[in-house]
Structure formats: C-alpha cells, structure tokens
C-alpha cells in the first residue's frame, strides 16, 4: 500500500473486509478474555508495572468486529484502575467518560492528559508502527495530547500487526505496542519498553 492520504480510502476499505472475515472465523469471547488476560499480565510484569491503584485508564467500548474490551475494561476496574471510554462529538473530538459511571458525566476532551496508559482502536498496524483508524481523526487528536510517558497500546485481532506498508500522513503519530488476543508485542523493531 502506498503512503499518504489518498490511499487511505482504498487501504482502508480492504482492511476493513478482512477484518468482517477475520472476526466471523474468531471466537471473540475467548479473544476478550485473553485480552484481559494478556493485558493483567502485561501489568503485572516488567513492560507495565508500576500502575497504581486508581491510575487512569483510557480505553473504548468495542464495536462487533473489532477485538471486544468489555472483558478487558471489567477487569482493569476489578484491578483498582479509573476507564475512561470516549464519546464521540459530532466535530469527531471525543469527550470522556469514566466507564464506571452510569450517568456518563462528561469529563472534558482534555481528559487524555491525565492518563497513565491508553488502548487504542484501529484497523492495523504496520511495522513501523503507523497505525491506521476508521478515517474520523479521532484519536489523531487524542495521540498528540497524551504525556509521552503514557504507554499506548493499540488492539488488533491477531493478523492485523502487518508487514505491509500503510499510508501516512505527517500528522501521524507512530505508535509502540500491539496488544492481541495473543500477546503484547511491540509495533516496530526499535520498540522498547512502554
């Protein structure tokens, strides 16, 4: 695939057709809970320790054919950690929310600058760790706001972590760790500890 924006359209119309059958072949019970699994481990060992209790947590509330967080996101508040899942503003900023709260009080689009760790949506990412999303722009905004202390991990169904090249934009922010059903692994070679 080729690199800028007018071939993200096209990149990401492929994309999302393999995704639709990759999600139809998996069990996606059993992916939630080896995410959580993977991420409890993940935060219990030497890549994320250090989290305390009532750290903040930004994560999302998974659409059908993406990688499922509600068990991910039932178990990191079983750990003691603040979720905050956004809600999507009709300019595409997102607002936040923290998961816990049935009234869904609003916490400001600033939210993302206290976290101390963020799972991310996207279609894929490469190795280089150019990471590819729906198109909204969404988490482009959020990316830049993060501390470049907040470890980002991005959720992908196992196969999504691709060889190929995705496009790019200037504006786009690198990421450094996959999170999957069968693992956390770093995005690019040069990855080193989130």
């Given at each position: 695939?080729?690199?800028?924006?007018?071939?993200?359209?096209?990149?990401?119309?492929?994309?999302?057709?393999?995704?639709r059958e990759l999600a139809a072949a998996r069990d996606l019970a059993a992916?939630?809970?080896?995410?959580?699994?993977?991420?409890?481990?993940?935060?219990?060992?030497?890549?994320?320790?250090?989290?305390?209790?009532?750290?903040?947590?930004?994560?999302?509330?998974?659409?059908?054919?993406?990688p499922p967080t509600a068990a991910l996101n039932a178990r990191l508040q079983?750990?003691?950690?603040?979720?905050?899942?956004?809600?999507?503003?009709?300019?595409?900023r997102l607002e936040w929310c923290d998961l816990a709260d049935a009234g869904?009080?609003?916490?400001?689009?600033?939210?993302?600058?206290?976290?101390?760790?963020?799972?991310?949506?996207?279609?894929?990412?490469?190795?280089?760790?150019?990471?590819?999303?729906?198109?909204?722009?969404?988490?482009?905004?959020?990316?830049?706001?993060?501390?470049?202390?907040?470890?980002?991990?991005?959720?992908?169904?196992?196969?999504?972590?691709?060889?190929?090249?995705?496009?790019?934009?200037?504006?786009?922010?690198?990421?450094?760790?996959?999170?999957?059903?069968?693992?956390?692994?770093?995005?690019?070679?040069?990855?080193?500890?989130?």
């Amino acid at each position: 695939m080729g690199r800028g924006s007018s071939a993200k359209g096209d990149a990401r119309r492929l994309l999302r057709a393999q995704r639709r059958e990759l999600a139809a072949a998996r069990d996606l019970a059993a992916d939630g809970a080896a995410l959580a699994a993977v991420l409890e481990s993940a935060l219990g060992g030497e890549r994320l320790a250090g989290l305390p209790t009532g750290a903040t947590v930004l994560s999302y509330e998974s659409l059908p054919h993406e990688p499922p967080t509600a068990a991910l996101n039932a178990r990191l508040q079983q750990l003691g950690l603040r979720v905050l899942v956004p809600i999507t503003l009709p300019d595409m900023r997102l607002e936040w929310c923290d998961l816990a709260d049935a009234g869904r009080t609003p916490l400001g689009t600033d939210a993302p600058r206290g976290a101390d760790l963020a799972l991310v949506p996207a279609l894929a990412v490469d190795t280089t760790g150019t990471r590819l999303g729906q198109g909204g722009g969404c988490y482009d905004r959020v990316l830049p706001a993060l501390p470049s202390s907040t470890p980002v991990l991005v959720l992908l169904h196992p196969g999504e972590h691709t060889d190929a090249p995705l496009p790019r934009d200037p504006h786009d922010v690198p990421v450094r760790w996959v999170l999957t059903a069968g693992g956390l692994s770093p995005a690019s070679e040069g990855s080193g500890p989130p």
